[in-house]
């Protein structure tokens, strides 16, 4: 073994040895009118390291696109604003492309749940591979009693389509404290009050304008701007993309809000973390603390992993110092 070389957990290396034999397929395959070889569909818990999996395997094939779900969505709906149908849409998105790759599939919102199902009915039938990372397994998508068994015939068709593999194991490799100077991880989680916000310039976020400290590439806005307002995890795509550094003041116990409130949380953590952005979150409580909401908002789990990945210096008394 290569020094340096990432060591697999036995339900990691199981995925990673299926996710090869599909990209021998897809070095042997020729499209023009077969079938594409059989996707995969990883599923886990938060931090069992399924998009590490993923990302390796995409590092090793060509002709691919891979999107984050909420940057999917977001360009899926543009397209079809654009090309006036979701097949179209998708065609769009996948720009000749025979392999698909979408990080963090999940479906909890019935309007998202008809134009996805859409689209894995265009990707099927256009032959093209696909390989998924959820939290969920495919029985686990659209949990909401009132909606779920409508969308049992999308389950059937991912079961019909995609391998399921389980990337599960016991340890949530975001508790072992990696520390990195650059990205989501050189970040830090500090339960303490932080300074006064000196608005500089407004921000347009989903056609508002929000108030910002700006100081070079860096960014400091308030937790009330960003998540009390109507915002979607699309609106967020932009200015995460604009600024490489996150300072988030006003983190309240998540328990104390709405929960759409704590959605937005949830959405604008998701592209941070996707984005790799350096992020300071001045909080009233630890991380370990938010989760107590987790039963309410599907998803809050995997922003308690997140967040757990930054680092938590002590509470210290007097004026926080900004980064």
Request: glycine share 8%; hydrophobic share 45%.
């Amino acid at each position: 073994m290569e020094a340096g070389a990432v060591v697999l957990d036995p339900a990691q290396q199981a995925a990673a040895e299926r996710l090869e034999r599909l990209a021998g397929e897809l070095r042997r395959t020729r499209w023009f009118g077969r079938t594409a070889p059989r996707g995969v569909y990883l599923h886990g818990r938060a931090g069992r390291g399924k998009t590490m999996v993923m990302d390796r395997f995409c590092a090793g094939v060509g002709r691919m696109k891979r999107y984050h779900f909420h940057d999917l969505l977001a360009r899926l709906h543009d397209g079809i604003r654009e090309h006036g149908s979701v097949p179209a849409a998708t065609e769009a998105l996948l720009g000749g492309a025979r392999l698909l790759c979408i990080d963090e599939f999940h479906v909890h919102d019935v309007g998202d749940g008809v134009l996805l199902t859409r689209l894995l009915e265009t990707v099927f039938a256009g032959k093209v591979a696909l390989v998924v990372t959820s939290n969920y397994p495919p029985e686990g998508l659209m949990p909401n009693p009132l909606f779920h068994d409508g969308f049992l015939p999308t389950i059937a068709l991912i079961r019909a389509n995609l391998d399921v593999v389980a990337v599960d194991g016991p340890l949530d490799y975001r508790t072992r404290g990696v520390v990195s100077d650059k990205g989501f991880r050189a970040g830090r989680y500090l339960v303490e009050p932080a300074p006064a916000l000196v608005a500089n310039a407004e921000l347009e976020i989903g056609h508002r304008m929000v108030p910002v400290e700006i100081d070079h590439d860096c960014v400091t806005v308030e937790f009330e701007a960003l998540c009390m307002n109507p915002l979607a995890a699309s609106d967020f795509l932009a200015p995460v993309r604009e600024f490489r550094r996150w300072t988030i003041t006003g983190v309240p116990e998540l328990g104390t809000v709405p929960p759409d409130v704590v959605m937005r949380w949830v959405n604008l953590i998701d592209v941070l973390y996707d984005a790799d952005r350096e992020v300071v979150v001045y909080a009233d409580v630890p991380p370990a603390d938010q989760g107590r909401s987790i039963a309410l908002v599907p998803d809050l789990f995997r922003t308690v992993s997140r967040l757990g990945e930054l680092a938590q210096p002590l509470p210290r008394t007097g004026r926080a110092t900004m980064i």
